[in-house]
Nanobody, 122 residues
Framework: QVQLVESGGGLVQAGGSLRLSCAASGRTFSSYAMGWFRQAPGKEREFVAAIRWSGSNTYYTDSVKGRFTISEDNAKNTVYLQMNSLKPEDTAVYYC???????????????WGQGTQVTVSS
């Protein structure tokens, strides 16, 4: 059974940093992608970043380029999202997901974590 467990969310002031973790288990992830999505109140869940387990390709939505970095630790089956220069508009529940489809869209993923809240105060 595939399980994804996110951690690392919290409350931070604008300009601050957080690192989210997603611990994965239950499948051989080498042929899959891992993605981070976020959902703010009243808004659709949106793509943030993704990485293929080979680590050679990373993907970001424009609004986080230069501020967020996605990375992986193969030995720990864990994916990280380092978030710097946080802004109030980054406030959302952040979800990690795994799948083999298009990395930019929700339908490209077949398993999701429970989410972790990130709140950025101004």
């Amino acid at each position: 059974q595939v399980q994804l467990v996110e951690s690392g969310g919290g409350l931070v002031q604008a300009g601050g940093s957080l690192r989210l973790s997603c611990a994965a288990s239950g499948r051989t992830f080498s042929s899959y992608a891992m993605g981070w999505f976020r959902q703010a109140p009243g808004k659709e869940r949106e793509f943030v970043a993704a990485i293929r387990w080979s680590g050679s390709n990373t993907y970001y939505t424009d609004s986080v380029k230069g501020r967020f970095t996605i990375s992986e630790d193969n030995a720990k089956n864990t994916v990280y999202l380092q978030m710097n220069s946080l802004k109030p508009e980054d406030t959302a529940v952040y979800y990690c997901a795994t799948g083999r489809g298009s990395v930019y869209y929700r339908y490209g993923y077949d398993y999701w974590g429970q989410g972790t809240q990130v709140t950025v105060s101004s």
